[in-house]
């Protein structure tokens, strides 16, 4: 019984996520402006989708990328700058909505893990393949 439920539960819960409500206006309508839309459309190319985590904005079918996108349009259209969008948006939902997260003492740990493990793997493999020369 409780194997059943949890399998309704963990095969519903996706479809249930997105509300009934129609899509912002600006979800999946370009600017008539091109140059403006070009603004939006890279701007949206460079946010992570809360939901999907994975995608960004643009590319997601969530709701909230939907919204995120239409707020992203209607700001664009309202004469703000990118910069300033994404400011905003990164004040609001914190670094995580960038996939570029700026250098601080929280996110030094992202920047620098690669090259630490870059280093230690040249180690390893200097270690490894010197002892077999003997």
Not at 41 to 63: P, Y
């Amino acid at each position: 019984m409780t194997i059943a439920l949890g399998f309704v539960l963990a095969t519903t819960a996706p479809a249930l996520a997105d509300s009934k409500l129609p899509p912002a206006d600006l979800a999946y309508t370009q600017l008539a402006d091109p140059a403006q839309e070009a603004q939006a459309k890279a701007l949206m190319d460079t946010l992570r989708c809360l939901v999907c985590q994975g995608q960004s904005i643009a590319d997601s079918d969530a709701e909230m990328a939907g919204d995120m996108r239409a707020l992203v349009r209607q700001r664009v259209a309202a004469g703000e700058s990118p910069g300033d969008i994404r400011k905003w948006l990164v004040q609001r939902y914190g670094d995580y909505v960038t996939y570029d997260p700026p250098l601080s003492w929280v996110t030094a740990p992202l920047w620098i893990a690669p090259l630490v493990l870059l280093i230690v793997g040249g180690l390893v493999a200097r270690r490894a393949f010197g002892k077999r020369k003997a």
